[in-house]
């Protein structure tokens, strides 16, 4: 007979993501919703105390589901705590991107969330992991983690003269970047070195298909993949966009695609401004890439059979 979610949760709500700040959720909110769908779950939404320790709380505390009611950010702190674990993961994605919940099908609006977490069943996925911190979608050098910064920079201001900004700004960065030579050292091939715009390793690998823009089905295959942009111009930039709408932009002739266990990038720099999981962040040179399989369990709605199983139960 199928697993079904165990039933008792502790939930960490960020009370700066995104869609938390675009609706004003509360503590007592967010109580109210899991007792109507019948949820035993304690909500631990105290901002004044650090990530961190928050998490330590909650794996000490004994819930057999800890959940991450926040954006990517959030999640991947949490999967990093529970990563090796037993524990399971559940997600309420409240924030802007929510990657990791597309991927898994899980619902975006609250509600149906939090009521797909009542009857949730446990999933176990990859992670990646660099320089022994783990991330759950992709990380990325060169110029976009200065895109990522300047875009959240103007996130929340919603007027379009920040709109105007940015757009300046990219094509501003874009005209002027420079490329930057890495060593690039898969452990199952050739160490080669290239010179980039861009290089992102993922976690498993991302769908090209009609619509399909980061999107993963295979959360399993035990293997990173390594993308690197040699030419990143604005037109580059238009191309790549549209392409990940058409489902063709693993076709563009600047775009190499390789797959590994694991590998190692090194660079002349000491420090590395990295998008790690959506977050600006500075890493040391070199980065030690590795991918943990089927570490992490993670609570993802039943389908319908199991909702079958569970309802005659």
């Not at 939404?45 to 991450?68: F, H, Q, S, T, Y």
């Not at 991302?206 to 999107?215: A, D």
Request: a neutral charge; hydrophobic letters at 45%; charged letters at 20%.
């Amino acid at each position: 007979m199928q697993e079904t979610a165990p039933h008792r949760f502790h939930i960490i709500l960020n009370a700066n993501s995104g869609t938390v700040l675009a609706t004003g959720i509360t503590v007592e909110a967010l109580e109210a919703l899991c007792a109507e769908a019948g949820l035993n779950a304690e909500v631990d939404g105290d901002v004044d105390i650090p990530l961190n320790e928050r998490l330590k709380r909650a794996v000490d505390g004994g819930a057999e589901v800890i959940v991450a009611a926040g954006g990517d950010g959030t999640i991947t702190a949490l999967a990093g705590a529970l990563a090796g674990t037993e524990r399971a993961m559940g997600i309420l994605p409240l924030g802007t991107v929510n990657a990791l919940a597309k991927d898994l099908g899980i619902p975006l609006e609250v509600k149906s969330a939090i009521a797909a977490l009542a009857t949730g069943v446990p999933r176990r996925i990859d992670v990646g992991e660099v320089n022994e911190r783990v991330f759950l979608h992709k990380v990325v050098i060169g110029v976009i983690p200065s895109l990522a910064a300047a875009r959240e920079h103007i996130r929340g201001q919603g007027t379009w003269a920040s709109k105007f900004a940015f757009m300046r700004f990219l094509v501003h960065r874009l005209s002027r970047a420079r490329r930057m030579a890495v060593a690039i050292n898969p452990e199952d091939g050739a160490e080669h070195i290239v010179r980039a715009k861009a290089v992102a390793v993922a976690c498993n690998e991302y769908e090209q298909g009609l619509g399909k823009v980061f999107s993963r089905q295979n959360l399993d295959g035990g293997r990173l993949t390594i993308y690197t942009l040699t030419s990143l111009t604005i037109g580059d930039f238009v191309r790549l966009a549209s392409g990940m709408v058409l489902g063709t932009w693993q076709d563009a002739p600047a775009l190499s695609i390789e797959s590994s266990a694991g590998v190692t990038i090194r660079s002349r720099r000491k420090l590395l401004k990295v998008m790690f999981d959506g977050e600006v962040e500075t890493l040391h040179s070199p980065l030690r890439f590795q991918i943990r399989p089927r570490a992490l369990t993670v609570l993802v709605p039943a389908g319908p059979e199991e909702s079958q199983e569970g309802a005659a139960a």
